[in-house]
């Protein structure tokens, strides 16, 4: 492994970075607006028991959403869940575990799911990992597009079908991905998804990150094709002060620690665009965007390459073990 393989996507990482905290800055975080009160829709949040993710589970649940939070920590869903309870006296806030890292974990996810007889209207794609070591999934892949990606692409696809039966003319249902802004300097290679040649941790987050964005772009695609009533966004947060940053290295720790209370946005903060994307009238109807401080946005270039997206999609399939035409009904 060469020296630059490795400094070259840190570099480009922290370029991303610090123009996203110059940008920060300078302008203030999107304010959300009050919107109109959703009883009776269902919401699952992946990630949902902290961070970005529970102040999404949260705010929805105040607009009188039935939250599903799934993550793969019994202790602090159910913590999660009380405070939400205690906060909105609302009943309808539960945990289900999820673990992304698990094929078999997913499945068993949206079959519990599935179970309850429940419809679903919005499902929030937002757990995730950053700059983790090199390590592997209970499925052998590389964490980062294992679980940022490819769990949550297993997921949405076996929950697709639900959210067509949700959706209608008048409110369609929406699947709400989050990305970063380090997917502006992803390369994604199709070959090594699994980042097996030269590992660079910088490398294959920003990879992860930029296949949420290609598959966000092609599901749109599909289901627009198909007449479905279900829209499907990715949305940006910013650099937000939450500890998906305990894996930087300690001088990026120790500035962190300067820095943060000034140019970091909060997790409430950041949770404002996928809120918007999931409950916003003026989205109705409206997918394949790329969100950033509740303004649509140009994502990169490579995002829209469509041949990327549709090869990313058959390989994504078939590692993970499904059809393209999925129709499994549980």
């Known amino acids: 492994m060469s020296v630059i393989s490795v400094v070259i996507p840190v570099l480009k990482v922290y370029y991303i970075g610090l123009k996203v905290l110059l940008y920060q800055l300078f302008n203030k975080s999107f304010p959300l607006p009050v919107f109109p009160k959703q009883n009776g829709r269902v919401a699952i949040v992946t990630g949902g028991a902290k961070g970005i993710g529970y102040e999404t589970a949260r705010h929805l649940a105040r607009l009188g959403m039935h939250i599903i939070i799934a993550g793969n920590s019994e202790n602090e869903g159910q913590e999660a869940v009380k405070r939400i309870k205690e906060e909105n006296l609302h009943q309808n806030v539960e945990f289900i575990h999820l673990d992304l890292t698990s094929l078999k974990s997913v499945h068993w996810f949206v079959k519990t799911f599935n179970d309850r007889g429940l419809p679903l209207h919005i499902l929030v794609n937002n757990a995730g990992v950053m700059l983790v070591p090199e390590r592997t999934t209970q499925d052998g892949f590389e964490e980062h597009i294992g679980l940022n990606y490819l769990g949550h692409f297993l997921l949405t696809k076996l929950l697709l079908d639900k959210l067509k039966q949700s959706g209608c003319q008048e409110s369609s249902a929406r699947i709400v991905t989050v990305s970063s802004a380090t997917h502006y300097c992803g390369e994604l290679d199709l070959e090594d998804l699994q980042s097996c040649s030269c590992y660079?941790?910088?490398?294959?987050?920003?990879?992860?990150?930029?296949?949420?964005?290609?598959?966000?772009?092609?599901?749109?695609?599909?289901?627009?094709?198909?007449?479905?009533?279900?829209?499907?966004?990715?949305?940006?947060?910013?650099?937000?002060?939450?500890?998906?940053?305990?894996?930087?290295?300690?001088?990026?720790?120790?500035?962190?620690?300067?820095?943060?209370?000034?140019?970091?946005?909060?997790?409430?903060?950041?949770?404002?665009?996928?809120?918007?994307?999931?409950?916003?009238?003026?989205?109705?109807?409206?997918?394949?965007?790329?969100?950033?401080?509740?303004?649509?946005?140009?994502?990169?270039?490579?995002?829209?390459?469509?041949?990327?997206?549709?090869?990313?999609?058959?390989?994504?399939?078939?590692?993970?073990g499904i059809p393209e035409q999925h129709r499994k009904a549980y």
């Open 200 to 320: 660079s941790s910088h490398r294959a987050y920003a990879q992860s990150k930029l296949a949420l964005v290609l598959f966000t772009y092609y599901l749109q695609q599909r289901l627009t094709a198909e007449g479905s009533h279900v829209t499907t966004n990715a949305v940006d947060p910013g650099v937000v002060n939450t500890d998906l940053y305990q894996n930087i290295c300690w001088p990026a720790q120790l500035l962190k620690g300067l820095v943060a209370g000034l140019l970091f946005r909060t997790p409430e903060e950041g949770a404002s665009t996928s809120i918007y994307a999931a409950a916003a009238p003026e989205l109705e109807g409206v997918g394949g965007c790329y969100l950033y401080n509740g303004q649509r946005t140009k994502s990169a270039d490579a995002s829209y390459d469509e041949e990327l997206q549709s090869r990313l999609w058959t390989l994504s399939c078939s590692l993970v």
